[in-house]
């Protein structure tokens, strides 16, 4: 293991946050505020509590878990993607380094960060919206892992994208309409039954089902079923980058 | 050092790169890799650091593979590539302390002090990248190389943009590395820097290394001199008594031209102004021009073609 390695890859990242504070932790932090002044004070005191839990309460999870699903993905997609830009990669390739090295050193550090900004707009959220939390372990829990699985999943579209539009297409149009329609505003049970059953096939859904249960012990679904389907998802990203490496897809010219 | 067998290269558009290469490095020898744009140089270097994949052969450094053994073998070298690609917000320090990690090695602030003292960079470490000079980010590039203390040193084009000043105090640094032990593969297009400062020359044309040689060698084997006589009045023809000689006119006839070999013994020339004399043929000035590299590696290149 070459831990220096891993060790530089995560400062270098971390460096990279430093100098763009303001586009990696700033601008999310606030446009999520946004969030909690207009539907959680605004409109928020007009619409009715969901399962005993006031809304502007209700949404601060999901719009938690929107802003770490982007940032993970796009700080861990960006990180990778742009040596290759630049060609900054030829070091990379020739360092004795392995491909989990790598990727510890990267997704180590967009997760990290991701978790950061998570805390971040947690604790802006408190100022804006009465706040508990029941669970708090399950919520740090829920945040790490899926730091760590979106940071991944990042990861993989940072290797496969040869231009900067598909960097963002995967947040911009999958990830955001997932969370949206995850249950951010709304609990499930609120739909016709038809887009109820639709729900069902949105991983994201289970993510803020488990962690809004964190908060307010209220879900859609059970633990459980949360807990599954976030570690089939990081299995599943796990073994696309084990498939990644082994075919030496797109890292090595 | 390095042990190159059988090697090819065909990229994924079909091109055959590198064409059967073998080639041996001696360890702290400075190897010249000559040939013109396209030749094959930068991709050569590529599958000895791993940046690319060989298609077929085989490639050891220090005895072991370079596949199997990349952890061993890529400590043992240092890149410098041909394209100037730069983290342009990160400053000259962290940059290169960044390359001293990636390589495996312990921090040491001392020795990245000394290694931007040496290339002349120590007032431009806090300095970001993009506010350097392209000669500057050259030798920031050559402090990355040299950061994890490589054995091996790989140049890639050196010396394009790079002004006469910091050229001669490359070569200089190269020259001293190399009396440090560490073996110097560099590339170039210019013959006359092959020539001024490596020990071996190897010659590469589509994706074929069409020689190696020792450069002392190669300049006697194929250097033959000349001696020019401005001549006072032209000659129509080479006298009679003289053309058992290597002689030639030019100018109109008003230079005389003898070709040497400067490996024999005996070169002649005594004989030929004795030979001179006697037909009263008279001179303004004498000189003699001795082929460069230039001139055979032009020559090896058509010859090929
Ligand atoms: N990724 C690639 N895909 C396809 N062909 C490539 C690739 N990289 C290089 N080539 C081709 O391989 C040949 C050798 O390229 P290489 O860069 O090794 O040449 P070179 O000797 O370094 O030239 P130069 O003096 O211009 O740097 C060229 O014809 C080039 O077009
Ligand atoms: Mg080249």
């Not at chain 1, 892992?145 to 960097?167: H, P, Q, R, V, Y």
């Not at chain 2, 298609?55 to 005895?63: F, K």
Request: glycine share 6%.
């Amino acid at each position: 293991m070459n831990r220096y390695a891993v060790a530089a890859i995560y400062k270098f990242e971390m460096a990279r946050t430093k100098r763009t504070i303001f586009q990696s932790i700033i601008s999310p932090v606030i446009s999520t505020s946004l969030y909690f002044v207009v539907f959680g004070s605004a409109i928020g005191s007009r619409i009715t509590e969901i399962g005993g839990v006031s809304y502007g309460a209700f949404i601060v999870p999901g719009l938690i878990m929107l802003s770490l699903l982007t940032q993970s993905i796009s700080n861990a997609s960006f990180g990778i993607y742009f040596p290759k830009f630049t060609g900054t990669i030829y070091e990379l390739l020739s360092a004795p380094v392995s491909s989990f090295e790598v990727l510890l050193g990267y997704v180590g550090a967009a997760a990290t960060k991701s978790t950061l900004l998570a805390l971040i707009i947690l604790a802006t959220a408190h100022f804006f919206v009465p706040l508990e939390i029941a669970h708090p372990f399950w919520m740090l829990f829920f945040l790490v892992m899926t730091a760590i699985t979106f940071s991944l999943f990042g990861f993989i579209i940072g290797i496969w994208a040869d231009n900067f539009e598909k960097l963002q297409v995967i947040p911009l149009i999958i990830i955001t309409p997932l969370v949206f329609l995850g249950g951010t505003f709304y609990s499930v049970s609120m739909l016709p039954p038809f887009w109820q059953t639709v729900t069902q096939f949105n991983p994201v859904f289970y993510l803020i089902s488990g962690f809004r249960w964190s908060f307010y012990e209220v879900a859609d679904v059970s633990l459980i079923t949360s807990l599954c389907v976030m570690g089939g998802f990081l299995a599943l990203c796990l073994l696309a980058v084990t498939w990644i490496f082994k075919s030496g897809y797109q890292i090595r010219r | 050092m390095i042990q190159i067998t059988d090697v090819n290269k065909i990229y994924a558009s079909g091109f055959q790169a590198l064409n059967n290469i073998n080639l041996a490095i001696k360890p702290a020898e400075i190897f010249a890799l000559l040939g013109p744009n396209g030749a094959g140089k930068t991709t050569l270097i590529s599958a000895i650091c791993g940046i690319v994949d060989a298609t077929s052969g085989q490639i050891t450094v220090d005895g072991k593979d370079i596949v199997s053994d990349y952890r061993h073998t890529r400590r043992l070298i240092g890149l410098v590539p041909q394209e100037l690609t730069t983290d342009a917000f990160e400053t000259v320090w962290t940059t290169v302390s960044f390359s001293r990690g990636l390589f495996g090695k312990k921090p040491d602030p001392a020795f990245i002090e000394k290694t931007l003292k040496s290339l002349s960079l120590w007032n431009k470490k806090d300095s970001r990248l993009i506010e350097l000079s392209g000669g500057m980010k050259r030798r920031v590039m050559i402090a990355k190389a040299l950061s994890h203390e490589p054995t091996i040193l790989f140049l890639d084009e050196p010396t394009a943009g790079v002004d006469v000043e910091l050229r001669k105090d490359m070569w200089q640094l190269v020259r001293q590395l190399r009396d440090d032990g560490v073996t110097i593969i560099l590339t170039t297009h210019y013959i006359e820097e092959a020539e001024e400062i490596a020990d071996r020359i190897g010659v590469i044309k589509n994706g074929q290394l069409i020689l190696v040689e020792d450069k002392i060698m190669l300049m006697n084997q194929l250097g033959t001199k000349q001696l020019i006589l401005d001549l006072k009045e032209p000659l129509t023809e080479i006298p009679a008594n003289m053309t058992d000689f290597n002689l030639q006119l030019k100018n109109n006839g008003l230079q005389l031209i003898y070709s040497y070999d400067t490996t024999e013994e005996h070169t002649g020339i005594s004989v030929l102004l004795q030979h001179l004399s006697v037909a009263g043929i008279a001179f303004k000035d004498i000189k003699t021009d001795q082929s460069s590299l230039e001139d055979i590696f032009v020559s090896l290149v058509k010859e090929t073609t």
